[in-house]
């Protein structure tokens, strides 16, 4: 793992499109118990070399129910994104993570990580990577998470632009995050 952590980190292979230059932001160990698959890190996380350290990261974990220790543990959390780098920004926010990273990355990361027990598949990039055949809509997933454990929890984006939908969608905070955090804390205790 060591190896692959080091090698993963010079990583540059689109950094010719990005607009920051390639700032590989990831973290995972050999013992990590669950996998965090997001998108792509935003600017703040491109400029600190932080997983999630921005208010995106904040809303996750509110939603785990998890500190800041428990969160940047690699043995209890791997954060391995679609993307590593950040994508820049688009018409509506930041652009889409690259295509490239995944296929790249993450197989050789979850061959490494034997001990993970669940993954978080949060927002629709890697929704769309980890279940291609399920055509489902972001919201119709995570209204039917129970389809997709004991191997994945899907979960919406945490960020703060996704208030609307937390509010269309009530069920969320009253059905899904309670399930999601008794199950994060089975596995961390």
Request: glycine share 6%; aromatic share 10%; hydrophobic share 40%.
């Amino acid at each position: 793992m060591i190896d692959l952590l080091r090698i993963a980190s010079q990583c540059t292979l689109c950094a010719e499109r990005l607009p920051l230059g390639a700032n590989p932001v990831f973290s995972a160990a050999k013992s990590s118990r669950i996998l965090i698959v997001g998108q792509a890190p935003g600017l703040a996380v491109h400029r600190s070399g932080i997983p999630w350290d921005d208010k995106s990261g904040s809303n996750l974990r509110d939603w785990l129910a998890v500190d800041q220790a428990q969160f940047y543990n690699p043995d209890v959390f791997g954060i391995v994104p679609m993307a590593f780098c950040y994508p820049g920004k688009g018409k509506s926010g930041d652009l889409p993570p690259s295509k490239e990273c995944a296929p790249q990355w993450h197989q050789k990361f979850l061959a490494e990580m034997k001990q993970l027990e669940l993954i978080l598949l949060i927002g629709k990039f890697a929704q769309d990577y980890y279940l291609p055949s399920d055509r489902s809509t972001l919201t119709e997933r995570v209204r039917n998470y129970k389809k997709y454990l004991p191997e994945y929890f899907v979960l919406p984006h945490p960020s703060p632009r996704n208030n609307i939908w937390q509010a269309k969608n009530e069920w969320f905070k009253a059905t899904v995050l309670p399930e999601l955090k008794n199950k994060v804390h089975q596995l961390i205790s």
